[in-house]
């Protein structure tokens, strides 16, 4: 059974820039969450995908946008970067949306935008 | 809005002894809490959990009380051990909702 894993595992992209981050998640998950993690904070909800369907949205505005695809893996898309973008990405995977079940959590991806 | 709250940054304990990390929270709508664990460079590793409808669950040298009433809820760690040291996450969620919120951690450090 393999666990989260998300890539890469850091970045440096421009201001202005958009980024792609990729997260396969744990075999027979079908729900992936990502979080962005600030310096000195704990995760923050961004959004929610459940069998390739959007499931809840955090405070992210739209530039944040992602997609699932049919195995279940995930991509978080940041357009327009903005220097506070910069944060630890981490995705979560978790057995089924909606229950109250843990999530398992990606090494994360650390973004830095310049 | 800062629903979950840990306002401890820091915590160190020496080894053998007991480690109470504190959480306290404002959504009455929170029924599931989770503590998860953090170390450098890893993501959050998920330790134990407590429904609403319970107080207390136990797993090993890990126990997390939870006190609805206060709105509180604590993760106690007895013996301590070196290997503890990390940062400790406190969430939690809603039944049926789709994010867990989190506290802003305690880094725990486990003196030999």
């Known amino acids: 059974e393999t666990g989260v894993t998300q890539s890469p595992t850091h970045l440096i992209k421009t201001r202005g820039q958009q980024v792609t981050l990729r997260c396969s998640s744990q075999s027979g998950h079908n729900t992936v969450s990502w979080y962005q993690q600030a310096l000195g904070q704990g995760p923050q909800f961004i959004f929610q995908?459940?069998?390739?369907?959007?499931?809840g949205r955090g405070n992210f505005p739209p530039r944040f946008s992602g997609l699932q695809f049919p195995n279940y893996s995930s991509e978080l898309n940041v357009n327009a970067l903005e220097l506070d973008d910069s944060a630890l990405y981490l995705c979560?995977?978790?057995?089924?949306?909606?229950?109250?079940?843990?999530?398992?959590f990606g090494q994360g991806t650390r973004l830095t935008v310049v | 809005d800062q629903q979950v709250k840990q306002n401890s940054p820091s915590l160190s304990v020496q080894e053998g002894r007991i480690s109470i990390l504190n959480c306290d929270y404002t959504?009455?709508?929170?029924?599931?809490f989770l503590w998860y664990k953090k170390y450098p460079a890893e993501g959050p590793t998920f330790l134990i959990s407590i429904s609403s409808i319970k107080d207390k669950n136990e797993d090993g040298r890990f126990t997390v009380f939870l006190n609805k009433s206060a709105k509180h809820l604590s993760l106690h760690i007895v013996p301590s051990q070196p290997g503890d040291s990390a940062v400790y996450f406190c969430a939690a969620s809603a039944h049926n909702n789709n994010d867990m919120r989190f506290g802003a951690g305690t880094r725990l450090t486990v003196k030999p």
């Open positions: 959504n009455s709508m929170f029924d599931y």
């Open positions: 979560a995977s978790s057995l089924a949306a909606g229950t109250n079940t843990e999530a398992f």
């Open positions: 995908y459940y069998r390739e369907e959007e499931n």
